[in-house]
Structure formats: C-alpha cells, structure tokens
C-alpha cells in the first residue's frame, strides 16, 4: 500500500499540474481506498467525497465502486445519514444507466451495509443477491457481488450455506492467485476463516486468518478484519488462548478497541513497538523484510510453490530466500528455520 500511494500521489501531482480532472478523480478514488483498507475512514471519506464532487468522470464501473465505498465507510465510520444517503445516489446513478449489472453492485452495497450495521435475519436478501458474472478479475474494486453473497451466507449460519461460501471462495482464492491480486485474497482468506470458525473448525480457521495476516501485515492492511465485526475478533482471541498470536495480530485486535497491553505482556513474539523486522535486526546478519514475509508463511505451514503465489514469486526464487534464511538462522531446515524464529521472537510461539 505504500508502493500505491507514492505512485498515487505522483498521478495526483501530474493530474493537477495538467489540469486532468479525470486522472485526479482516479488518484482520488485510489487514494480513498488505500485509506478504508488501513481503515482511516476519516481519510478515505474526505478523498472519496472529493472524487465523486469532481463529478462522474471515470469509468462507470469505478464510479460505482467509488460511491459504494464511500458509503460503507460511512457506516463503518457510524455515520448512518450519510450512508444512507451515499446509498441512495448510488442507486439514483445507477438507474439513470439502466445497466443490470451496475445494479447489481449496488444492491450488493446495500446488502454490505446491512451487514456492517449487524442486522438480523439475512435469509431474506440472500436470494436477491444474484451475481450475472462468477468469472472474470477483481481487480481493485471495492464492492463486488460475488464476494458479499459469501459474506451474506456465512453471516446466515447455515451448514448448506456455509458449505455453499467456502466452495465459492476457495474458487475466488485460484482465480485472485492467477492474477497476484493480495488485496482481495486478503479479504477472501478472512472470510475462509470465519466459514471454519463457523463450524467450530478452529486449527483449519487458523490456517487461513494466519495466511491473511501475512498477507496484510506489509501494507498493513485492516478493513478486511474489521469489517467483519465481532465474529473476527473472538476469532482471533482464540487465536490467542492457542498461543499463535504475532505482532500483527496484536495490532488488528487493538484496532477493534481491545486493551492488547496484557497481550503485549504474555506473548513472546514483540512489544508494541518492536517489530519481526526489528527483532531480526539482533542476528549478526539481519533478514530482510521479504524474508521474514517467507519465514511467516513457512510457520503458516506453506509449502515453496504455495508461498510464491502467496508473494507473487517464482518458486526458484522462493528457494533462494530459504536459503538466505537457513544461514541467517544458522539451521539446515524448514522444521529448525521455525522453532529458531520462535526462539528469537521473530514467530510467535505455538
């Protein structure tokens, strides 16, 4: 996320200096939804009010993704008047194109919102959430369909609906791998966690909330945790009862308001200011950011090729940070490369 707003704001800069309103629309809306993914709703309301008062000048379909996002970080933000509002020119934008498929999204929007406000009883809308496309990129967007229906039949409960979620989400995690997209594989392997949280699955929700946290922690990443409530923080204080709780977790949970100072106190792994990276610093030659984002996904329990579509990486490429690591550590294996990152605090202990 970094990367992205460095080169953001350069299109910004670019965009005002030749007068492009259309550009600066886009590096407005890019920018807001850098701030909802960090969830600095404040930050990303002002860009993503400013990109839609700059008036309709992207595309229709980022149009739409730019007022839907402005409305759910209305309601994540509590500001209930205002995503009702946002909802409606929504809807009042999308009707004027009399395009299905844009009103698809916005009927998913409403539906998000609903969720994020813990309503009761989803039976109701999930039938009407009918995606026309389970092909196809996701690429930056906000609101998609097909990625809310699952939010929807998880939030319901049921065992068919659950089973219905994880086989359309384990086909979302191949189709977002294919095209290196973290950001929404972030968001998918979340939602994997809590279908498996759901059934009392607790070391395969795991798997799957430690995968995202990795995935999470470089651009620091926590919308796709918070959004999702109370389900994932109880999700990852049993993460912590099991002693699995890193640094990144720490943070998340501090995010949704928890007093993590005890936390900080009882894990092994770092205090509130000190980071893998920092610890790793105490070797005589440190790992590097993107080694210590391959050691995380080996105490995850990835194999080599998954961890390079986990990094977007070639798998040779993957051997070479192992090795890197394994003679940092001063180990000849992945088992030892663990317990050693364990030891050292740089892994939190299992």
Request: aromatic share 6%; glycine share 4%.
């Amino acid at each position: 996320l970094s990367n992205a707003a460095t080169l953001n704001s350069q299109m910004g800069v670019a965009s005002r200096e030749n007068n492009e309103v259309s550009f600066n629309s886009w590096s407005l809306y890019n920018q807001g939804l850098i701030h909802l993914h960090r969830n600095e709703l404040q930050k990303a309301i002002i860009h993503l009010k400013q990109a839609t008062e700059n008036g309709f000048l992207m595309l229709r379909r980022a149009t739409v993704d730019c007022l839907a996002a402005l409305a759910l970080a209305y309601g994540a933000a509590k500001i209930q008047d205002e995503a009702v509002a946002t909802l409606d020119k929504l809807f009042q934008y999308v009707h004027s194109l009399h395009d299905p498929t844009l009103l698809e999204i916005a009927d998913s929007c409403r539906t998000r919102l609903a969720l994020i406000n813990e309503r009761e009883s989803l039976q109701p809308v999930i039938p009407m959430i009918k995606p026309t496309s389970t092909v196809g990129v996701m690429a930056i967007w906000c609101e998609i369909p097909r990625i809310t229906l699952c939010r929807a039949l998880i939030a319901e409960g049921s065992e068919q609906n659950l089973s219905k979620a994880e086989e359309l989400l384990e086909r979302y995690a191949e189709l977002n791998k294919s095209h290196h997209n973290s950001s929404q594989l972030i968001t998918i392997y979340c939602l994997r966690a809590l279908v498996y949280g759901k059934q009392k699955e607790y070391d395969e929700a795991f798997t799957w909330l430690r995968q995202a946290l990795a995935l999470a922690r470089p651009g620091g990443f926590l919308f796709p945790f918070l959004e999702i409530g109370k389900p994932m923080q109880e999700l990852l204080s049993r993460l912590y009862q099991a002693r699995d709780l890193d640094s990144y977790s720490v943070t998340v949970l501090a995010a949704f308001g928890i007093d993590t100072s005890e936390l900080l106190e009882k894990t092994s792994s770092t205090t509130a200011e000190t980071s893998s990276y920092a610890l790793s610093q105490s070797l005589v030659d440190p790992l590097t950011n993107r080694e210590i984002e391959v050691l995380e996904l080996l105490g995850a329990g990835l194999q080599t090729k998954e961890i390079s579509e986990q990094l977007f990486i070639s798998p040779e490429t993957v051997k070479v940070h192992l090795r890197n690591i394994y003679q940092k550590l001063d180990v000849s294996n992945r088992r030892q490369a663990v317990l050693r990152a364990m030891e050292l605090g740089i892994l939190a202990k299992r």
